[in-house]
């Protein structure tokens, strides 16, 4: 059996900067809680991405969750989440005993629908929140969602998890809403084995989130709390591995984008194949490059050959309004996120393959047509 072809897995740097930096976490005995490389890797990842302020935490669904409490929602608050999205985005709407309506996609972005999203304003004017994601590394269409939720005056949170490295009209994506959260998961664009960021220009609002992420200790000597805490800071020795991986970020994004051009080369011209958006509003980090099919071969056609050459490949997110634990939740738009849904392809899309790995990949590919 020849390797197996991933779809997104960790990629550390050659030059080994993770390592430097994890050392000096042991050699200083800075292994927990706190330390040099959380301090940095936020000011670096906040001066990366154009933002004031960024908390460490220990995932991107801790930094989502505490978004929604520093935007003050709360039991039975509606907030606005795309359906097409990982269960991630979601399931802290749930944590606050909040509800989520869930808002189609629209073929131009794969993200959040503008105009669904209008339509939801009017069917639920209290909305406390709203959530956009830039599936996939796409950036959603920010200008106008961020002009509807500046109308409505209601706090927006960009899941921006699966976009580091993504540019929307040349600003970063995760800095156009009230808050923005990164991932570093270990599928995604860079990695800390596991972890989470929480930006915003609102200072006060991330210093506060720093609290509750450290079980909101208040200032005494004793162990005192006014407020509910969480234990959801991320550790100095995983802040390490952070601060290399951010050394390589744009390399990473390169090859991402290396990828998607070498796919839409060689697969974009078959019968029945569309490839996700390729807007010029967006310098996309590309991180799972996906297609659609719309012909006689269909998805499961090309999960199964690429399986059988050991070559990872999955379905688009399934949408939350479809799933079992979501659908009692309300739902606003059309048909659009099923069907990508029905039709869309992840292809492998890791940073480590070589041409040869690629060439494999659209070989079986190509042979289904
Ligand atoms: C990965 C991901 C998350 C969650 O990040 P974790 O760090 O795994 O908690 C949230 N939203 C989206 C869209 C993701 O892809």
């Known amino acids: 059996m020849r390797d197996r072809i991933y779809l997104s897995s960790p990629h550390m740097s050659d030059e080994g900067y993770e390592q430097e930096y994890v050392k000096e976490a042991f050699e200083t005995n800075w292994i927990a809680p706190l330390g040099i490389n959380v301090n940095e890797f936020e000011n670096e990842l906040a001066a990366k991405v154009g933002s004031k302020a960024a908390a460490a935490l220990s995932s991107g669904t801790a930094a989502i969750h505490l978004a929604l409490r520093a935007a003050e929602v709360g039991e039975g608050d509606i907030v606005f989440c ?16 909040a509800k989520p309506v869930f808002i189609d996609s629209d073929y131009e972005t794969w993200n959040m629908c503008p105009k669904a ?43 921006a998890a699966e976009s580091l490295g993504t540019y929307y009209k040349g600003k970063h994506t995760g800095t156009f809403g009230d808050y ?7 599928n995604k664009i860079i990695t800390t084995s596991g ?3 929480l930006v915003s220009n609102n200072e006060s609002k991330i210093a506060k989130a720093r609290f509750w992420a450290t079980q909101s200790r208040d200032q005494a000597r004793h162990y005192q709390h006014s407020e ?41 011209e078959l019968e029945g194949v569309g490839l996700m958006p390729d807007n010029d509003w967006d310098y996309s980090n590309y991180w799972l490059s996906s297609i659609t099919l719309t012909g006689k071969v269909r998805p499961i056609d090309i999960y199964e050959a690429l ?23 309300d739902f606003v738009g059309t048909d659009v996120s099923d069907k990508l849904y029905e039709n869309g392809v992840c292809l492998p ?17 190509k ?3």
């Open 195 to 197: 972890g989470g960021m």
């Open 117 to 159: 999203l209008e339509e939801a304003f009017r069917k639920y004017p209290e909305v406390k929140a709203v959530i956009v994601v830039h599936l996939y590394g796409l950036s959603a269409d920010m200008n106008k969602i961020v002009d509807l939720c500046t109308k409505h005056n209601v706090v927006l949170i960009e899941d």
């Open 349 to 365: 899309s890791d940073t480590k393959m070589t041409d040869e790995d690629l060439e494999r990949v659209v070989e079986i590919i």
């Open 228 to 268: 509910l805490g969480f234990n959801y800071r991320m550790s100095n020795v995983v802040a390490g591995i952070g601060r290399g991986q951010l050394k390589v970020l744009n390399q990473r994004v390169e090859k991402k984008r290396y990828i998607y051009d070498f796919y839409k080369r060689e697969l974009g």
């Open 307 to 329: 399986e059988a050459g050991n070559i990872e490949s999955r379905p688009v997110w399934k949408p939350m309004h479809m799933q079992p634990f979501f659908e009692k939740y």
């Open 82 to 97: 795309p359906t097409l999205t990982f269960s991630a985005t979601a399931n802290p709407i749930i944590y606050e005993n």
């Open 180 to 186: 923005g959260i990164f991932s570093f998961n270990g």
């Open 367 to 369: 042979g289904l047509w």
